[in-house]
């Protein structure tokens, strides 16, 4: 079972657009507080309330700053299990706790079979996984996969929790292996990428890049900066006023 | 890497005992005799504690079982089921020599088979990681072979002397000692080539591939997910100094190779009971060299994951 | 566990397990947002918390903080029972009393205050939700001191807007998200209207509208702009106002809208400065065609904007505009020569105005629907100028802000935008003209024993009539609102009352009275001096400075350790609440709205909603209002008050649902189902605008009328927008010795250049009194988004987030300093010093330094461990800001505000940095500093769990 399947039938995963992720946490709460009480285990902090406190999350956000000086831009990344159809963390798994779902690729663990290794996280180059301290059991993103197909929620609801609140509409779900899904043709269109595409794992989420930043609108032919009339007096001003005025009629 | 302590006892630990194995297995130490037999259960008793320190630390060593049923792909689960089949060949090896003073061969070939594909295994868990650049080398399956195989041998040279001692059978457990030395000095060259390729190779993966920012400019963190450590950061985010870890490779080369080197070459001129003593505590100088050895393994080695925690290359 | 399985069978999965038992739906609290929330209940307790869909904040989505309510409402912070102090303030020794004792302790420390004098209670409500309750009990006590924190939050902007165009920001209006082509934000509070203008961005960016961000720090919002603007704190009105020089410059100005809906033609006489008025007192124009004098809103007009005229009275007038264009032509404006001061280059103001124009004018929007102005003239469609902009407290919180803010309403109204298709919109009750809103309640012989005051505490002068000030022009209040020093102080003062009742200036008071407002840490400035103030005595007596206070809060924050009598409130989801609007609505620009909370899970401790204690105690007190005419209380309870409370008649605190049967909105008869009815709407009501109204409300016929209709006001009030404002003119005057009644001698002169009826910009006043050389850099903090103030950190999941805060270091200055990672600084102003953490960033202002917002926490409050890094690395920059202006040797008390409106200038603070010595933070466990001694877990509250797995009850395996 820690084979992955040759094929899914579908890919689903997250498209994520680091354009307009503003860095709320919202998708990093709303994931934590749908999945305490959902699938498996508890997501538990340790020592909330004193220092070093610290807890499982299976989607968090990071900042990067790139460039220098007056052009250095700042970037919110969030971050959670990339479901990739390469996958090492489901094949390092000794026991088959970690699969891969053949019908929709999401990846998965059964915390019923997790020994609690950690084999699966030294194996995964995203920092997609965490052990939960409590359990001794491996979490990670589920995709939700106790909502999307869940039908004692609306249909409209059947998202991933992270999808349904983010307040910027900075994360999409759909599956990205029909290339007419509306995640696809973003990805097509904005020019979605991978990341660390060279460790091999073939992620199924994307990530849609930062736009590029118009040019500075440069002042333009009216005046040229050296050129422009002196604001001295308002003689100009009002003399053009007088006419503008007259024109109204 | 996080250093844990019972992955580093169980690799060093279990390494000699598969080691001592091997030797014991191929017959370079007569498992007929008392140093054999003490040698059966020296090897039995650091596989298992080894086996066991890392079991214990699972989250649930209940479903300890669990992990033999995934051998067609993770390494962890083919050593797990080699590590239990192991026992069978050498379980009856040790049987004959401790109950039946026999020195029962083809169970001891395969003990010796099953000890080196187990340590193999071991090693592969490593070098089959490509997030950690320094382990992902065949290096490392070599320098675990080896450094087990030394190991065992220096057990067993101990163990052969004493017997010689004891039996003033003369010197002949002496033709060991070169093989000793040979796969001793093997082993450090295989491990300084390791630490050099440690040192100069790099993941292709860096802070830019990792989020796909590079286009923008030198991409830097600015601010952590969550300001506290967190299970990644304390699993995958461990530092040592590198003053530390200078010092603590020096120790791990004194401890591990120039001791042990010396026993065995002073052992040469020494009295059988002398050199048996000298050699069984080069042993235990050479296992303290391998648990330093094996802790900066792990305390040096920069998975992918820090990229997202600000490391700009892994 | 189930048995080895082999091959490649997968675990059978439940795909639809059960979520909760029932869904409640109510209103946030988790900041000042009031999204819409659905509440899914399982055994009991609180599922899971999700937006509502249907709510017209949030329309489902929610914020980390609105997800993370769980853990604010099972907090260890929780108050639990009335608590009564025991040993010296501010250690946290209380015991627990029952309520009927708090009750009555209140009550007989209060009634005698009334009895006497009523003003010496003080009675501030810091982050209140209910100010048409709160407010309307002062003026029924007869107190006038009372206000909400809006005075050091954000008062400039509120009040600047509310004079110029009868509005301003996030509740009072919002940009067109749907169709504004260019979006400039200033300085934005991130914890403030974040989901909606999150949602906002967000459809701007799938428009491609652009998005320019002014701001010294780039983070947030402004990470995702198009275009940064790294301004220098404090200069933000500099550069708004090189703009508006750009503007005039290029003659790209909405000329038409500018005659049609502003004063810009009202005739200013130049002798006073004051509008020139018919016998009516109506302003004069002159028309363009006949050249007479006729009132502004005469029909058919063609007003002038350019021209000297002869009044009857043979004093001369010129038109507003004529003065501006003077004024803002004036080299001083330049790109070029503010380009220093505001750190922003020449060729990017110049370029921006072009921008702001070209998008304005050339790419006009229009919807084809005809409407009548006030003046009852018809208009074929709306005509959209579709630039929009908004700004929150980085531009309000300086002791210019409210020039600054003036400055940015008169840029949107140059451009036309200002409610129109792709500008800013309003959102209802509001545009709302300042005369309108009620003047301020509490004049001199107004407060007596026994008396309620004639009106609200708070309201908005029109001039210096309107002050509170006695007859020697000394402040009636104890903040000083209303007063000289700060004349249109719309919100109070709530910054400067601790700080004035334990000086006694100008007279000490009795009982202090709050609610939820941290005065003892991070809502103070100066927050080490408001702890002392707080435990200092009368050295005769012996007796407390302050001698009562009485606090009421949920949670065990910092301002409880200092309170005499604690009266614990309720969390947000077990209480009663209306988001009304009377207060501080919800409502969007396309629809009026208003909602309410309601006990979704019953409290399990002896905690009790403040509002209804606070009915409860009107009650006691016997006030007018709160008790019928044999003197028993009027109301059970808020949700009593809410549904049969009326402001005036058919008014009252809800508008959905009213009227006997339930079928009138805005006004009607109370309706004893309402509240059910609100619930099952899913806790809110909207009602929609016709078509005809949705635009240009500030002169729109068919608005005005719907206003009235639903008691927004009593008669039509249209607004002209006020590009000159005369009130400033009037308090100018009086401080030049022209009018009565006239300022105290030392004020004189920072009226006079201060309060210039068009915007102008002077620099920040502790930036005008400190040495450049000394402090050369400014320290400000910006908002984190999963933060609210200081409630974050008591929430497990949040505190994970922000648990320690560091100084962000412009690199060049990072490098200058020879920082490195983890290397600590000491940061120095003209008040203090703290040694904090600094970390290294490039997108920021060079002369600015910055850090989270109230992080940093008072070892032990919150139910923390004293080890918490909030308390041991976090910090406050607070401690650095004085809530005085360094002493300038003539004897007196300059408090650190905003001159006309009294807001705290936060935003002033200028520091130095030094690297801290190698000694100083030796050890690993270096502490921030300064370091406040830790209060005590309070009586009665539990130890904190080791370990929480919330939610683990509900594991059912994850093998079918």
């Known amino acids: ?249 | 890497m996080h250093p844990a302590f019972s992955v580093i006892a169980f690799t060093s630990l279990s390494g000699m005992g598969y080691g001592l194995a091997v030797v014991l297995g191929v017959g370079l130490l007569d498992g007929a005799s008392l140093g054999g037999q003490i040698g059966y259960v020296i090897a039995l008793l650091l596989i298992s504690a080894g086996l066991a320190s890392s079991t214990l630390h699972l989250g649930h060593p209940e479903r300890a079982p669990l992990a033999l049923t995934q051998w067609r792909s993770s390494w962890l689960s083919r050593e797990g089921v080699l590590a239990i089949v192991t026992f069978l060949p050498l379980g009856l090896a040790a049987l004959g020599s401790l109950f039946f003073a026999a020195d029962w061969r083809p169970a001891g070939w395969l003990a010796a088979a099953g000890s080196v594909a187990t340590v193999y295994c071991t090693a592969m868990i490593y070098a089959s990681l490509k997030t950690v650049q320094q382990w992902a080398s065949g290096l490392t399956v070599a320098v675990y072979l080896l450094f087990g195989l030394a190991g065992g041998l220096l057990l067993a040279s101990g163990l052969a002397a004493m017997d010689a001692a004891m039996d003033h059978t003369g010197g002949s457990w002496r033709s060991l000692l070169p093989l000793a030395v040979l796969v001793m000095l093997a082993a450090w060259v295989a491990k300084a080539l390791w630490w050099r390729r440690a040192g100069q190779e790099h993941s292709a993966s860096t802070i830019e591939s990792a989020t796909g920012l590079g286009h923008l400019g030198k991409v830097r963190l600015l601010e952590r997910p969550h300001i506290e450590e967190n299970y990644l950061t304390r699993e995958m985010g461990f530092r040592v100094a590198r003053k530390h870890a200078v010092k603590l490779r020096r120790m791990a080369w004194i401890f591990g190779l120039v001791l042990p080197l010396a026993a065995l070459l002073i052992s040469l001129v020494l009295p059988d009971g002398f050199a048996a003593v000298l050699l069984l505590h080069a042993a235990l100088s050479h296992l303290l060299g391998v648990l330093i050895e094996r802790w900066l393994f792990f305390a040096e080695a920069r998975h992918t994951v820090m990229l997202y925690y600000g490391d700009e290359r892994a | 566990m189930t048995a080895v399985r082999q091959g490649r069978a997968q675990p059978a999965l439940d795909l639809s397990p059960k979520v909760s038992d029932e869904i409640r739906q109510t209103t946030c609290y988790m900041c000042a947002c009031r999204c819409g929330i659905n509440v899914h209940l399982r055994d009991g307790k609180v599922r899971y918390i999700e937006g509502n869909r249907d709510h017209p904040v949030n329309r489902g989505v929610l914020c980390a903080k609105g997800s993370a309510g769980i853990m604010q409402h099972y907090s260890p912070a929780r108050l639990r029972k009335p608590l009564l102090r025991v040993g010296e303030r501010g250690k946290g020794e209380f015991k627990e009393i029952e309520w009927e004792e708090a009750l009555s302790l209140a009550t007989e420390w209060l009634k005698p205050v009334r009895e006497s004098d009523p003003k010496k209670l003080a009675f501030f409500t810091g982050r209140d939700q209910s100010q048409a309750l709160t407010g309307w009990w002062a003026q029924q006590f007869g107190t006038p001191n009372f206000a909400a924190h809006g005075g050091f939050c954000s008062v400039n902007m509120a009040a600047a807007g509310i004079y110029t165009m009868g509005g301003a920001f996030w509740e009072f209006g919002s940009p067109d998200w749907e169709r504004t082509k260019l979006f400039v934000v200033f300085g934005v509070a991130e914890d403030h209207d974040s989901n909606p203008i999150k949602m906002g961005l967000s459809r701007l960016k799938a428009r491609g509208a652009k998005i320019v961000s002014v701001n010294p720090v780039r983070t947030g919002y402004s990470a995702i702009a198009d275009q940064w603007l790294g301004v220098r704190p404090g200069t933000d009105g500099l550069f708004v106002l090189s703009l508006i020089h750009e503007l005039l410059r290029n003659r790209t100005v909405d000329l038409d809208y500018l005659i049609r809906y502003t004063n810009a033609p009202w005739l200013v006489v130049e002798d006073d400065g004051l509008f020139a008025k018919d016998a009516e007192g109506k302003a004069l124009v002159q028309d363009r065609e006949s050249g007479a004098l006729v009132p502004f809103d005469a029909k058919g007009v063609k007003p002038n904007l350019h021209g000297k005229v002869t009044l009857p009275d043979g004093r001369s007038a010129r038109p507003v505009f004529e003065l501006m264009a003077e004024a803002y032509l004036d080299e001083r404006y330049a790109p070029e020569r503010v380009a220093e001061q505001t750190g922003i280059a020449a060729e990017r103001i110049v370029a921006l105005a072009e921008e702001l124009a070209r998008v304005a004018f050339e790419e006009e929007i229009t919807i084809e629907q005809p409407w009548t102005d006030w003046k009852g003239e018809r208009h074929e469609r709306f005509i959209g100028r579709p630039v929009s902009m908004h700004a929150m407290r980085g531009i309000s919180a300086h002791s210019n802000g409210f020039q600054t803010c003036r400055a940015i309403h008169v840029l949107q109204i140059l451009l036309g935008s200002i409610d129109c298709p792709g500008g800013f919109r309003y959102k209802p009750p509001y545009p709302k003209p300042p005369a309108v809103h009620p003047r301020p309640a509490g004049k001199l012989g107004e407060v007596a024993p026994n008396q309620p005051l004639t009106g609200a505490p708070l309201g908005y002068p029109l001039g210096p009539e309107d002050l509170l000030v006695d007859e020697a022009g000394q402040p009636i209040r104890i903040d000083k609102a209303y007063s000289w020093e700060a004349p249109m102080s719309a919100h109070g003062l709530m910054h400067m009352v601790i700080s004035n009742a334990h000086a006694g200036d100008p007279y000490p008071v009795d009982v202090l009275f709050m609610y939820m407002a941290n005065m003892s840490w991070n809502s103070s400035m100066n927050s080490r001096g408001v702890m002392e103030m707080l435990e200092a005595k009368d050295p005769e007596t012996g007796e407390y400075r302050i001698p009562k206070i009485i606090y009421a809060d949920a949670y065990a924050s910092e301002m409880v350790a200092y309170s005499d009598l604690v009266l614990p409130d309720t969390t947000y989801l077990e209480r009663h609440d209306c988001i009304s609007l009377l207060d501080r609505p919800i409502c969007e620009p396309d629809a009026v709205a208003d909602s309410i909370r309601w006990p979704v899970v019953e409290p399990d401790r002896d905690v009790r909603g403040f509002q209804s204690v606070l009915i409860d105690l009107g009650g006691r007190l016997g006030l007018p209002g709160f008790v019928e005419a044999d003197g028993s209380p009027r109301y059970r309870d808020y949700a009593d008050y809410m549904v049969r409370h009326e402001r005036k008649p058919g008014v009252g605190p809800l508008a959905g649902w009213r009227g006997e049967d339930g079928k009138e909105s805005g006004t009607g008869a109370p309706n004893p189902d309402q509240l059910q009815r609100y619930i099952d709407n899913g806790g809110f009501w909207q009602g929609e605008i016709p078509e005809e109204a949705l635009y240009f409300k500030f002169a729109n016929a068919a608005y005005q009328d719907f206003a009235v209709r639903m008691g927004f006001y009593n008669a039509s009030a249209p607004m002209v927008f006020q590009l000159y404002l005369e009130t400033l003119q009037k308090f100018r005057l009086a401080a030049e010795g022209k009018a009565e009644p006239q300022p105290p001698e030392h004020l004189r002169e920072r009226i006079a250049e201060c309060f210039t009826p068009l915007p102008s910009w002077y620099a920040p006043f502790e930036e005008a009194r400190l040495d450049e050389e000394e402090y050369p850099l400014h320290a400000i903090t910006q908002r984190p988004m999963a933060m609210y103030h200081s409630w974050g950190s008591q929430n497990a999941w949040l505190r994970q987030i922000h648990s320690s805060n560091p100084l962000y270091v412009p690199g060049a200055l990072y490098d200058e300093l020879g920082l490195e990672p983890g290397d600590w600084v000491w940061v120095i102003s003209h008040h203090g010093r703290i040694k904090v953490p600094a970390a290294r960033m490039e997108a920021v202002n060079d002369k600015t330094v910055w850090t989270w917002n109230a992080i940093g926490k008072r070892a032990g409050a919150w139910e923390l461990s004293p080890a918490a890094p909030e308390a041991k690395k976090g910090f406050l920059l607070n401690h650095l800001i004085h809530e005085l202006l360094p002493p300038k040797g003539d004897g007196l008390r300059w408090s650190n505000s905003d001159p006309i409106t009294g807001q705290a200038a936060w935003y002033d603070l200028r520091v130095r940095l030094e690297k801290a010595a190698p000694e100083e933070v030796a050890g690993e466990n270096v502490v921030s500093e300064p370091q406040v001694p830790a209060q005590e877990r309070f009586a009665g509250m539990p130890t904190p769990p080791r370990e929480l797995r919330y939610g683990q009850e509900w594991d059912e395996g994850t093998d079918a």
């Open chain 1, 1 to 249: 079972m820690t084979s992955l399947p040759e094929k899914t039938d579908k890919k689903l995963g997250l498209v994520i657009d680091l354009d307009i992720c503003v860095g709320c946490h919202a998708c990093v709460v709303s994931c934590k507080e749908w999945n305490t009480g959902g699938y498996g285990a508890a997501l538990s902090d340790q020592n909330p309330y004193d220092d070093h406190v610290s807890g499982s999350w299976l989607n968090r956000v990071h900042a990067y700053e790139a460039g220098e000086g007056a052009n250095a831009r700042v970037v919110h990344f969030p971050k959670s299990c990339l479901h990739c159809d390469d996958a090492p963390c489901v094949t390092v798994c000794p026991t088959g706790a970690s699969y891969k779902r053949s019908e929709d690729g999401i990846v998965l663990v059964n915390e019923d079979r997790c020994i609690g290794c950690g084999l699966c996280a030294w194996a995964c180059p995203y920092g997609a996984r965490e052990m939960d301290v409590a359990e001794g059991v491996m979490k990670k993103c589920t995709l939700c996969v106790d909502r999307i197909y869940n039908d004692n929620i609306p249909e409209e609801d059947r998202v991933p929790a992270c999808v349904r609140s983010c307040p910027a509409n900075a994360r999409h779900f759909g599956d990205l292996a029909d290339p007419g899904s509306e995640v696809s043709l973003m990805v097509l269109a904005r020019g979605g990428f991978d990341l660390m595409p060279e460790q091999g794992t073939k992620p199924v989420n994307k990530y849609l890049p930062p736009r590029e930043r118009r040019p500075e609108p440069q002042p333009c032919g009216r005046h040229s900066m050296a050129e422009r009339e002196s604001t001295a007096d308002a003689k100009g001003f009002f003399r053009w006023l007088d006419q503008a005025l007259e024109r109204m009629g």
